[in-house]
């Protein structure tokens, strides 16, 4: 495949919307075709599955439920969009990918990064990212952050020492996954997105 498929990752509030946007805005100077995504959702089917899943109304959802809910959308996301879009040769920039399911499902409701790799490989039939950037922040400082702009979702209003747990899963992400860069993201935007640059040039 032709394209790049690049990937954000983050606890809840850690900026990686802006940090899509800023990449996007770089390779288009760079005449390069770009398409955004996020999980879960960016296709008509996902962002159903989306709404089922992060509906605060469920709270009886069983967390094997929720883990295949979440690879049935980047399944459908993965073959219906960002397969095509790289044979196409464009640059795929997606909030979050597999590694949220390892950190959130796997670690933070105890299902095992194991089990949750399994289902996502089947999901996604084995699609890797070219790059994936973990940005690094205080889960307590990015949650504040979200809840009061929005309130927030299912997943948001879990207690924070379940965000404790996904951030230490993150914290331990690369020794499962040694492909993911991890990036201070408490510092200015013009500062991360010049340590994303230069991993970008490093290429
Ligand atoms: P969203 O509002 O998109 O959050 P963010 O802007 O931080 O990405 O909600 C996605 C929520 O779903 C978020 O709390 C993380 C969670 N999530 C999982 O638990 N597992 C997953 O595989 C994915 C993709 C997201």
């Known amino acids: 495949m032709i394209g790049k498929f690049i990937v954000l990752e983050g606890p809840d509030g850690s900026g990686k919307s802006t940090m899509a946007q800023k990449i996007g805005q770089y390779f288009s100077e760079l005449g390069r075709e770009i398409e955004f995504t996020r999980e879960p959702?960016?296709?008509?089917?996902?962002?159903?599955?989306?709404?089922?899943?992060?509906?605060?109304?469920?709270?009886?959802?069983?967390?094997?439920?929720?883990?295949?809910?979440?690879a049935a959308a980047r399944a459908q996301l993965v073959n219906e969009k960002i397969i095509p879009w790289l044979e196409d040769g464009k640059i795929v920039i997606s909030e979050r990918y597999v590694y949220s399911?390892?950190?959130?499902?796997?670690?933070?409701?105890?299902?095992?990064?194991e089990e949750i790799k399994?289902?996502?490989?089947?999901?996604?039939?084995?699609?890797?990212?070219?790059?994936?950037?973990?940005?690094?922040?205080?889960?307590e400082k990015a949650l504040k952050?979200?809840?009061?702009?929005?309130?927030?979702?299912?997943?948001?209003?879990?207690?924070?020492?379940?965000h404790r747990d996904v951030y230490e899963g993150y914290k331990c992400l690369s020794d499962f996954c040694p492909e993911v860069r991890t990036i201070d993201a408490?510092?200015?935007?013009?500062?991360?997105?010049q340590e994303i640059k230069d991993i970008i040039n490093s290429f």
Request: proline share 2%; aromatic share 6%; glycine share 10%.
């Open 41 to 70: 959702g960016g296709t008509d089917i996902s962002e159903k599955i989306r709404e089922l899943i992060l509906d605060r109304n469920n709270t009886e959802m069983d967390y094997r439920t929720e883990a295949l809910l979440y």
């Open 186 to 193: 408490e510092r200015t935007i013009d500062e991360i997105f």
């Open 118 to 139: 399994k289902i996502n490989d089947f999901g996604t039939s084995g699609l890797k990212p070219d790059m994936v950037l973990l940005l690094d922040v205080d889960p």
């Open 101 to 113: 399911s390892l950190v959130y499902q796997g670690l933070g409701r105890d299902l095992g990064m």
């Open 145 to 162: 952050r979200k809840l009061s702009i929005d309130g927030g979702d299912r997943l948001e209003n879990e207690n924070i020492s379940f």
